[in-house]
């Protein structure tokens, strides 16, 4: 379990090609080999907070899904970086839908204008695609 902290998980967002922070609803798949698979929205409700669903089907198993309103995050311009201030959302949500993570491994994204990237895995790869 130790190597599915160390990888990489990619979300890539399509968003409309624009300077400033994410905005918008943004669907993905990851899926983590041996794992399981997951499905994840993110909605962008302000400058502060977005609201996320995500489900969750081990290898094997049966999915759970889940949702949190309101996760509080600060985004810095200069940077591009998304930060959840509080990661306790994320982590009840994490723990509802029984995936493999940590609320921290999920807790800073970056953002280069198109695409919202977060380090989760070394095994994993996704894709989170802006809703029209």
Not at 61 to 66: D, N, W
Not at 70 to 82: E, F, I, Q, R
Not at 91 to 115: N, V
């Amino acid at each position: 379990m130790r190597t599915l902290f160390g990888a990489i998980v990619l979300l890539v967002a399509h968003a409309i090609l624009q300077a400033g922070p994410p905005s918008g609803s943004y669907c993905g798949s990851p899926d983590i080999p041996s794992k399981g698979k997951g499905t994840v929205k993110v909605t962008v409700m302000s400058d502060t907070a977005f609201d996320i669903s995500a489900s969750w089907t081990p290898s094997g198993g049966t999915e759970k899904s889940g949702s949190e309103a309101g996760v509080p995050y600060k985004y810095d311009a200069s940077t591009s970086d998304l930060t959840v201030t509080d990661t306790t959302k994320l982590q009840d949500l994490i723990t509802k839908i029984g995936a493999p993570l940590k609320a921290s491994d999920l807790a800073k994204l970056h953002y280069d204008g198109k695409d919202l990237h977060v380090v989760i895995t070394e095994d994993a790869t996704s894709a989170i695609g802006k809703d029209s």
